[in-house]
C-alpha cells in the first residue's frame, strides 16, 4: 500500500478546497472524503511518501485560507489492514423472516371502523 495522506477539514467547502489543491500540488490521487460528523470532512490522498507530504501541506494551507483545518496526517507506510478502516462496507442489516414482516405490516394497520 502507498503512503496515506489525511486531511480533515471542519466544513466540506474547505476540503473540497484542500482535495482541489492537494491534487494540483503534486501527483497524487483522491482516495475519497469522509464525513466524520459535526460538520468535519476527511479528505483522504494516497501517492508515494513524497508526494503526498507535499500535497497534503499544499492542501492544508490551502483550505486553511478559506475555513479550519482540524488536523493533518501522513502516514508513509500504512498496514496492509488499514484497507479496512479507510475502505469499510456498509454494515450489513440482516432481512427480517417473512413472519415478522407480516406482523409489522399488521401493526401498521389501523383497525376498521
Not at 43 to 50: E, K, N, P, R
Not at 56 to 69: L, R, Y
Not at 93 to 112: H, L
Request: aromatic share 2%.
Amino acid at each position: 500500500m502507498q503512503a496515506l495522506g489525511f486531511i480533515e477539514t471542519k466544513g466540506f467547502v474547505a476540503a473540497v478546497e484542500a482535495a482541489d489543491s492537494a491534487l494540483k500540488a503534486a501527483n497524487v490521487s483522491l482516495v475519497g472524503q469522509k464525513r466524520v460528523g459535526s460538520g468535519l470532512v476527511a479528505v483522504i490522498l494516497t501517492g508515494d511518501v513524497a508526494a503526498v507530504k507535499a500535497a497534503v501541506e499544499a492542501g492544508a494551507e490551502s483550505a486553511a485560507a478559506i475555513g479550519q483545518v482540524v488536523a493533518v496526517q501522513v502516514i508513509a507506510s500504512p498496514h496492509e489492514d488499514m484497507g479496512g478502516i479507510i475502505f469499510d462496507a456498509p454494515a450489513k442489516v440482516e432481512a427480517k423472516p417473512a413472519a415478522a414482516k407480516a406482523d409489522d405490516a399488521n401493526k401498521k394497520k389501523s383497525p376498521g371502523v
